[in-house]
């Protein structure tokens, strides 16, 4: 079982940043394989980044990859998504999610966090 809790969001200029947090709690995290995801209003759910917990590993969204950077403090279990030159589009409600490593299905999901960006 693994619990997540987002923070970090909120309302910022185009052209700003800002760096979400995702707290992990559970056991084996050096198993499992943590993501950030986000939810615009009226459309689906979309891949953003993920980080192998153990390795480091990480893959980020071809949209997002000049601007967003996915990492993780083992030491703190938190993972972190910071985004650069934020634009209209990135507005969203973005969850941080986990699975194991030897899954397809991210089963753990944190509450969301809102992303707003004013043009």
């Known amino acids: 079982q693994v619990q997540l809790a987002e923070s970090g969001g909120g309302l910022v200029q185009a052209g700003g940043s800002l760096r979400l947090s995702c707290e992990a709690s559970g056991r084996f995290l050096n198993s499992y394989r943590m993501g950030w995801f986000r939810q615009a209003p009226g459309k689906d759910r979309e891949f953003v980044a993920s980080i192998n917990w153990s390795s480091g590993g990480s893959i980020i969204a071809d949209s997002v990859k000049a601007r967003f950077t996915i990492s993780r403090d083992n030491a703190k279990n938190t993972m972190y998504l910071q985004m650069n030159s934020l634009i209209a589009e990135d507005t969203a409600v973005y969850y941080c999610?986990?699975?194991?490593?030897?899954?397809?299905?991210?089963?753990?999901w944190g509450q969301g966090t809102q992303v707003t960006v004013s043009s």
């Open positions: 999610a986990a699975r194991p490593q030897v899954t397809s299905d991210y089963n753990y």
